[in-house]
């Protein structure tokens, strides 16, 4: 076995799971294993499209081999992966930061094939240090999708409750939906909304717990 062949494999798994690593720290959807194993192949797909064909070039017979195409379809195929990790649920889209993860991924994957492993190592901790560096300044400084599920005895005391909620750091982008609950005579409040993370969801609850007549169901 090529040992500088085996070598950009290695190169490719360290980088993968240094990356995969943050994110199963983070209890995301695609950890260390998804992340490696995309680098590994997308490394080992380099290295069979640069080199795994070197007899067909060098045997003479008329060809339109191309080096590229194979690497090409790599970045096609992560596409449908990184799709699967994105979820659209309750009017919230998640996942992006996974599917952009995995697509970096395997692109460190094809330069660690390529021999590139200086440009692999660099992407690798640049992107190590900007998932990081978000994870400290959105929780206090941005925003979150926040899911709000509450009950009120009466339509007048959900609106309260509603007006409420507004003053607590909500923005234009807030959806608010009323259904009546005949089995618990109540009104069943669903609010999808931008808050600051900084205070989520304490502040939230501090203020439903001041309204009477509000049970609150769930906060996500």
């Known amino acids: 076995m090529d040992t500088e062949l085996l070598l950009r494999l290695l190169a490719a798994i360290v980088c993968g799971g240094c990356i995969g690593l943050e994110r199963e720290y983070r209890a995301k959807e695609a950890g260390f294993r998804t992340h490696f194993l995309v680098a590994l192949g ?6 069979v499209s640069i080199h795994g064909f070197a007899d067909i070039v060098t045997s003479g017979i008329p060809t339109s081999y191309d080096p590229s195409r194979i690497a090409s379809q790599i970045v096609t195929g992560i596409g449908f992966i990184g799709a699967g990790t994105i979820i659209f649920q309750r ?17 460190i994957g094809m330069a660690c094939g390529a021999g590139m492993y200086e440009l692999s190592i660099a992407t690798t901790i640049l992107v190590l240090i900007c998932l ?9 400084y941005g925003k979150k999708d926040a899911n709000i599920i509450f009950s009120a ?10 007006a409420a909620l507004s003053e607590t750091n909500y ?18 409040v669903t609010i999808d909304a931008w808050v600051k993370r900084k205070y989520f969801p304490k502040n939230i609850i501090e203020a439903l717990e001041k309204i009477n007549g509000i049970e609150i169901i769930s906060i996500e």
Request: proline share 2%.
């Open 42 to 47: 997308s490394s080992l797909f380099t290295i």
């Open 132 to 140: 990081e560096l978000l994870n400290i300044i959105i929780p206090r």
């Open 171 to 188: 923005d234009n982008k807030t959806r608010v939906t009323i259904e009546k609950d005949k089995a618990k005579d109540a009104y069943n």
């Open 91 to 107: 009017h919230v889209i998640r996942g992006l930061t996974t599917a952009s993860g995995l697509w970096v991924t395997s692109a």
């Open 153 to 162: 005895t009466n339509i007048e005391t959900a609106k309260i409750a509603i």
